[in-house]
């Protein structure tokens, strides 16, 4: 039986599963920045590295040694994030 985490991250996956990779990318550009940390996003995060892993995204730019990185926002080039440089 799969804990309540688990399915959530089933339930964003499916959601996400229906969108193109650019808007699945933006998806992600969406909570950087975002304030505040629950096991929900945990598990919708889990869900966008999953997509990013299926539609073969490289998202090498956002990837730490303990996941991934929400402090810079992307956009998709071809199958690759690129970081977008902020504004000064």
Do not use: H
Not at 30 to 40: F, H, Y
Not at 61 to 67: E, L, Q, R, S
């Amino acid at each position: 039986m799969k804990t309540f985490l688990e399915q959530k991250c089933d339930e964003f996956f499916k959601e996400l599963d229906t969108l193109s990779d650019e808007e699945v990318v933006e998806k992600f550009s969406v909570q950087t920045g975002a304030k505040g940390w629950a096991s929900t996003k945990s598990a919708y995060l889990k869900a966008l590295t999953r997509q990013f892993d299926k539609r073969e995204i490289d998202y090498s730019a956002i990837k730490t040694d303990n996941g991934i990185s929400l402090r810079d926002k992307v956009r998709l080039e071809g199958k690759k994030m690129i970081l977008v440089m902020k504004e000064s």
